[in-house]
């Protein structure tokens, strides 16, 4: 059980508060809490050595039979504004529901290594995500247990120079906007992966159009930032030099700051003072760009 702020910005991407839980009987309880707007989880799961492993495990890597373990597991979610103490909560926990579903390639067979696989990553910061399941040898896949609520398709780990072209549950665009997920699925989610995409390479300079070493790199896309897939961050090497794979098509804009707080660049109210200074780029299909970006000096 644990209390985690509605506010998702930087300064709370891992804050959360745990609870006194008394197993025995279900009661708990959470102290020293600061007035704010919460969510209140709990989430429960058997322990392994309990769980069932499904016939399709059979062939499989030990660690790949452990996460098909089909063990219950249970959850709650409740909204809490906190102004003082509050009494009588009573989570009730269900299970999730089962997402079928499958993943190609466009025109050539999925990639044996690494192995892919399709996962759901809530729009929360701290929220649920599916967990992890081995993708069949045809493509087809089943996300087990995943709760209610409102989430990005990601496939993990993404093959090199591969980028997600297509997800639609039945026929509806679910990689563009958010998938809202309720106590029921109709459909397959359908994945479609392309091993065309783009790669930006380049060199970082400074005010004296000097390389910068060692310096964070960061592309951001002009739309959708909620799409965290799309972000990309390297560092540059000894000669200021940049490489970006696995660039979906799109619009874009490279960043490199000096000083910059780390994970700042997701909040917008930070990005609205360095939009301008950002080097626009345009990625298409399979493209291989050359750009040089000016770092952004620090602040005084």
Known sequence: INLVPRDTGPATLTTSINSNYNPTTGTFDLRDVVPGAYWLRAQAAEYTTSALIPANAVGRTVSEALTMATGLRTAAQISLDVTGNVDGLVLSMTSGVSVPGSLRVEGQPLPATPAPRVTLRSTSTSGFSSPLQPINADGTFTLLNVFPGEY?????????????????????????????????????????????????????????????????????????????????????????????????????????????????????????????????????????????????????
Request: charged share 25%; no cysteine.
């Open 152 to 300: 990005r398709v990601m496939v993990t780990p993404m093959p090199p120079d591969y980028y997600i072209k297509e997800a639609r549950n039945e026929q509806v665009d679910v990689l563009n906007q958010p998938w809202v997920i309720g106590n029921a699925i109709r459909g397959n989610l359908e994945v479609v992966l392309s091993s065309a995409a783009g790669q930006i390479e380049g060199t970082v300079i400074d005010a004296r159009s000097q390389p910068v070493v060692s310096l964070q790199t960061i592309l951001l896309p002009d739309q959708d930032r909620g799409r965290i897939e799309l972000v990309k961050t390297v560092v540059t090497d000894q000669n200021g030099h940049f490489n970006f794979r696995g660039v979906s098509p799109g619009n874009y804009k490279i960043f490199a700051w000096e000083g910059l707080e780390a994970n700042a660049f997701y909040d917008p109210e930070v990005m609205r003072q360095y939009e301008q200074q950002g080097k626009a780029v345009r990625v298409t299909e399979g493209a291989k760009i050359t750009s040089e970006v000016r770092m952004i000096p620090a602040k005084q």
